[in-house]
């Protein structure tokens, strides 16, 4: 069990949206993100599970 937090950032390294942000016990988990309302851009996504931590980028196109 840990505390795990998916945090989504714009290009400028901005908060955009925080996805989750609970206790979790080990597992595999499916998030579907409504993008939506933000722009057309580069974004990137910050995962952190206990003392672990991994940042990707990903491309959102309209």
């Known amino acids: 069990v840990s505390e795990v937090r998916l945090t989504v950032y714009n290009a400028l390294g901005q ?7 609970e206790t979790q016990s080990p597992g595999t988990y499916t998030l579907h993100w409504d993008g939506t309302a933000l722009p057309a851009g580069l974004y990137f996504y910050e995962m952190s ?10 491309i959102l196109l309209k």
């Open 15 to 21: 908060k955009v949206e925080t996805l989750v942000n």
């Open 49 to 58: 599970a206990g003392n672990d931590r991994a940042t990707r980028k990903m």
